[in-house]
């Protein structure tokens, strides 16, 4: 089968969340497996994680990444011409096109290339379906321009959890468009894991000390605010060691100034991005993974938590909660998506921190069982349905 992946942000700018790993790790299982697969993506500049990776090209066989070049940015949002071109002369070797994400131009413009040369495209939200934070005028603004158009003529919407379904459903989606198919985790990238302690000694942690760890994107929609108010009230001996890059929405000057005011200098520490060997070590060394997302169709980074035998506290509202709800963490109810209380958000998320620091026993229940979750998101099956996926639309049945 020959594929064409289209993202605004893919491999090395792991700066850019957990877009750039999906599509990168479910294009090299689909190659590994025969398929040929090409990603069509913007050229971003340098990115600011290259010298924590290794091997910062992609060089697995039969994956080809075309690199758009750039007249225009602003943020993750470029302006790439050449995009016209390659749809022109290249578009009819793909038997199917994968869109990735929403709020960009590359999407649209590839959607209709393909609407106008009848081939079946699938659009993958990734979470950003409903907006809710940052821009919100214009991201409606995209949905009436180009967004509702593009994802109304798709063949179908790929959607990673239940979670993500009943918010398609909610906004009027026909639930026999919606095609499912969970994210994985490479367990071969977890093995052989760090030894325990380097992280904690930078940090000047002890072993005794519980540490609670935040890692992925410092934006509103993680929110870490909700974190850092939750663990203010928190009694006993513990750490919250908040890593990420800056998503440049404000929330990190807001979480500088939270901790301040809070008196949490001492018991909080907030750091950059890491990633490769030092994001292993960074959940190695953590007792607890936390994530109080207000809203993820996933998270990815969960099951790579449990992948280092690390337990997790998560908000109802990530896509993975199911997977680990009394098996291998702890879920916080922060009620419907439509309604946000930040003080019961607030007051769940210190009880579930409070219940992890008092009770050993249950951290090692889960720790026990975070290794057997872990091997059940792998990336196998996942990969299997996106493949009967596209067969679905590829097929001379289907066609007819």
């Avoid at 229940?365 to 290794?371: L, P």
Wanted: charged letters at 20%.
């Amino acid at each position: 089968m020959n594929v064409l992946y289209v993202t605004q942000v893919y491999w090395p700018y792991l700066e850019k969340g957990g877009q750039v790993v999906k599509v990168h790790a479910l294009a090299r299982h689909m190659a590994q497996r025969g398929h040929s697969v090409t990603v069509l993506t913007a050229h971003l500049g340098p990115a600011s994680n290259l010298p924590h990776l290794q091997n910062a090209a992609e060089t697995s066989p039969g994956i080809s990444v075309v690199w758009l070049p750039s007249i225009a940015r602003i943020r993750t949002l470029t302006v790439n011409p050449s995009v016209i071109a390659f749809c022109k002369h290249h578009l009819h070797r793909f038997e199917i096109v994968h869109i990735f994400g929403l709020y960009d131009l590359l999407g649209p413009i590839v959607a209709w290339f393909c609407r106008r040369a009848g081939l079946p495209y699938l659009v993958e939200p990734l979470g950003m379906f409903r907006p809710i934070v940052r821009s919100l005028r214009k991201k409606r603004l995209y949905h009436r321009l180009f967004g509702r158009t593009m994802i109304q003529k798709a063949a179908g919407i790929m959607v990673n959890s239940d979670f993500e379904r009943r918010e398609l459903l909610n906004a009027g989606i026909p639930d026999g468009r919606i095609l499912f198919r969970r994210d994985g985790i490479d367990l071969t990238d977890f093995d052989p894991l760090p030894p325990r302690g380097a992280f904690r000694r930078k940090l000047g942690i002890s072993e005794e000390d519980t540490l609670f760890l935040f890692l992925g994107r410092i934006s509103k929609k993680k929110g870490i605010d909700l974190l850092l108010k939750a663990f203010a009230q928190v009694r006993g001996s513990a750490h919250l060691a908040v890593v990420g890059p800056d998503d440049r929405d404000g929330t990190l000057q807001k979480i500088q100034k939270l901790r301040e005011s809070l008196g949490l200098q001492d018991r909080v520490t907030l750091l950059g991005p890491r990633y490769g060997p030092q994001k292993l070590q960074a959940l190695v060394d953590a007792d607890w993974f936390v994530l109080p997302s207000r809203s993820e169709n996933f998270a990815i980074a969960v099951a790579e938590a449990l992948a280092c035998h690390t337990p997790a506290i998560l908000s109802n509202r990530c896509g993975i909660a199911p997977w680990i709800e009394g098996r291998a963490g702890l879920v916080v109810d922060f009620g419907p998506v439509w309604l946000d209380d930040e003080e019961t958000q607030v007051q769940h998320l210190r009880l579930a921190l409070q219940r992890a620091l008092d009770q050993p026993t249950l951290y090692k229940h889960f720790k026990n069982r975070c290794h057997t979750v872990a091997r059940d998101l792998a990336w196998d099956e996942a990969v299997l349905e996106q493949v009967q996926i596209y067969k679905k639309f590829t097929s001379p049945a289907e066609m007819l």
